[in-house]
């Protein structure tokens, strides 16, 4: 009989060791790495001396293709997030903190689903049946024919989904409370998350049915368990926001049938989670415009433009070292744009304290934010007030030059839509639309926007003296 092969596997990470060790070299936890049977689960076999291969024929790139099949949810924001709707036969990860309305969400797209005819399996693993009737009774869709069960061993749902006829989608929440009895360590462990999601996903692909897996995230926002569970997977969703404001947002991080840059914008309510159309409107709906240190940003989520307000706070420091704060961006890319500010244009902030935030709790990933972040930093030291009508986007580089971005166009037409009749945006942008009726100033490098607003407020302190 062959020896059977053991390995050591960190509970964080996934990352596999020859022996056992206290601090896991790939993540640095210490006491997360416990002794796996390779041997065990699925996937694994007897130690059998494999057998010889079959050729598998092959083709070309070349010959018609067919469009992936969809399940349209008819809430349009979570469609956009997916692409179009669930692909049939795939397999999708939505992740997000505790209590952000991950299932809140899956409810009402599981009602949705069900009053359009197709039968729907919601599997919870962590709340009982009663529970999850009550929130189907707030959200309105306890009178919809979502079948439910409370279960969370492997084999008991594989047999509970393959009776009677094929479901159009089955929910699954979360993995992380998945066992199989095909594996021995704890739920939740490396190797019951892996054991689980497996069988989650061989069911969908041989019955063609779409398969919604929760998992939980870690402190560093991170999906729980294995990184090779995102990777099995055709998409990973994550659901964020704040439980300070109101609203959520659905963004695509991986999509095999569709864009990976999408986002679907939510606003929590009593009632469950509300479509925001415009999430424009919802980043700018408290803002004061004639406080300094405020530029509003035109950015893009995919092919969506949103427009956000950048605020900062440049004050005096009695510290030795002055302190940097930034909520809804990189702390990196502002210690670059104020050592750019200092090199190139002489604005000295090596004594002020510095606090950047995104209104809205909205967080911006893009580099076009950068000349709307500088805007808004000089107009916090200068202490003016920026123009109500102007949005600000054009990336940095380290030299000083503000170099263009894409989608140019759909950040201008945005603007215009809601009412913005200025805007600053990089000299070599190509995408400018001709003939339009706004105020666009082209910004060669970073000493053009400073001595711009420098002179703005050079011409508000004399209008008081020449009236």
């Known amino acids: 009989m062959a020896k059977s ?24 936890e210490w006491n997360t790495i416990i002794e796996d049977d390779q041997m065990g689960g699925i996937g694994g076999g007897p130690g059998k001396v494999p057998k010889k291969g079959r050729a598998v024929a092959l083709t070309t790139l070349s010959g018609e293709t067919e469009e992936a ?12 997030a997916t692409g179009g709707g669930f692909v049939r036969g795939s397999a999708v ?48 869709a306890a ?22 006829k094929r479901p159009d989608l089955v929910i699954i929440d979360s993995i992380q409370t998945l066992w199989s009895d095909t594996a021995d360590s704890a739920p939740g462990t490396v190797t019951q998350v892996r054991t689980g999601v497996q069988a989650m996903i061989r069911f969908a692909k041989q019955t063609g049915a779409a398969m919604v897996l929760v998992g939980h995230v870690t ?26 404001h109101h609203y959520r947002i659905l963004r695509t991080v991986k999509n095999r049938f569709g864009p990976t840059d999408e986002i679907g914008v939510f606003e929590m309510s009593d009632k469950g ?40 706070l440049v004050a005096p420091t009695s510290l030795g070292t002055p302190r940097r704060a930034v909520v809804g961006w ?31 709790g909205y967080r911006i990933t893009e580099p076009a934010a950068d000349l709307a972040v500088a805007s808004a930093l000089v107009s916090s030291l200068a202490g003016l ?70 002179g703005s407020a050079a011409k508000l302190r004399q209008t008081p003296e020449d009236d």
Request: negative net charge.
């Open 273 to 312: 989670l509300r479509e925001v159309t415009n999430p424009s409107e919802l980043f700018l709906g408290e803002r004061n415009s004639k406080s300094p240190g405020a530029a509003v940003f035109a950015g893009m989520e995919g092919t969506r433009p949103v427009l956000v307000e950048v605020q900062a």
């Open 69 to 80: 099949p969809r399940i349209f949810t008819g809430i349009s924001e979570l469609d956009r």
């Open 219 to 244: 402190k560093e926002g991170q999906i729980a368990g294995p990184r090779v569970v995102e990777h099995m997977v055709d998409a990973v969703l994550y659901f964020e926001g704040d439980r300070g």
């Open 5 to 28: 092969k053991t390995q050591f596997v960190c509970q964080n990470c996934g990352t596999v060791h020859n022996r056992w060790a206290g601090k896991c070299d790939g993540c640095g």
């Open 93 to 140: 990860l939505v992740g997000g903190d505790p209590g952000i309305g991950k299932s809140t969400l899956l409810m009402q797209a599981a009602a949705a689903l069900s009053r359009r005819g197709h039968r729907i399996i919601y599997v919870s693993g962590e709340e009982a049946v009663a529970q999850v009737r009550l929130r189907a009774q707030r959200l309105d």
């Open 330 to 360: 990189d702390s990196s890319r502002l210690s670059m744009i104020l050592a750019v500010l200092e090199a190139h244009c002489g604005v000295k902030l090596g004594q002020h304290d510095v606090y950047l935030n995104v209104a809205g």
């Open 385 to 454: 007030a920026l123009p109500a009508d102007c949005v600000y986007f054009g990336e940095i580089s380290l030299s000083g030059a503000v170099r263009p971005v894409s989608q140019t166009a759909q950040r201008l037409k945005e603007a215009e839509k809601l009412g913005f009749a200025g805007a600053m945006l990089p000299a070599t942008s190509a995408e400018v639309p001709k003939g339009a009726n706004g105020r666009w100033v082209t910004i060669e490098d970073l000493p053009d926007l400073v001595s711009r607003i420098a």
């Open 143 to 164: 009178d919809t024919e979502v079948l439910l069960a409370a279960e969370t061993n492997v084999e008991d749902i594989l047999a509970t989904i393959g009776e009677g």
